[in-house]
């Protein structure tokens, strides 16, 4: 089953390139704003660094405004110092609200940081984080509160482990394995005391094996295998910019006379324990 913070992912792809288009064919357009506003408010959650949002701020910068339907009203604003762009804001429904901050590196041209309102509310759903120019990781406000709600790391192209907050509680209770894109386990905490305590262990993207932990030790205790007529389709593998993913190979069949293959997954005794993210890049979980 796809989650709903995949579909907020394809979202932002299709306005992100929307966005890009927009910007290159008009940026000859614009002339000079004095004035610019922030657009939209930072999620509760979000563990990157929000002061990068200043670099939008007008003051002492020169912002250069384009209007994109000409109604008189500028739709984009690029802000620039020390000429060089630090920061550009696109209004996509043409309401007078930004939906879009796009954030730079000292060159003027690496995006390091990009931030989406889906639901024009003025608020930030989407927190994207960049570094050398390639995505790193992601925060999403799935449900439109205005606190993050999953939060997603990518290796390459594709989706490598993810947190969600299920219970909306402030904190993750989900923890979510991927192998080039495609579930591999999934960590949940139903009783909010931030230990897993049940387990699923996918294969080829399907589901194959719940665990359970009964002593509340933190480690499966109880193992049920999930017949293949119950386990449903597998899941699509997930890219973390939004464009599909192949889906990998199927695993060779072993000869006649070979024993099968064990697919024994190793004993999970906590939460994937989170890598060090990218700067700025979410941090470890709490």
Known sequence: MKSKGTSVVLKSMRCGLLAVSLGAALSACGGADESTAGGGTTPDGSRGNAAIREQCE??????TAVDVNNDGTPDIRHVYEGGRERCALLDMNFDGRVDINRFFA???TTVIR???????DGRIDQISFFEGGRLMSRELDTNFDNVIDTWMWCEGRSVARAERDRHHTGRPDTWESYAAGQLVQVAYDDNNDRRAEKWEVFQSGRLIRTRFDTN???RPDRDEEVPEESAGPAEDPISCDGSPLAPPPAPAAPPAD???ADTTAADP???????????PAPGAAP
């Open 106 to 108: 000292p060159d003027g």
């Open 258 to 260: 070979a024993p099968a």
């Open 216 to 218: 509340g030790d933190a």
């Open 114 to 120: 990009e931030e989406h309102d889906f639901d024009f």
């Open 58 to 63: 007008p003051g002492g910068r020169q912002v």
């Open 269 to 279: 005794t906590a939460p994937p324990a989170p890598a060090a993210g990218a700067t």
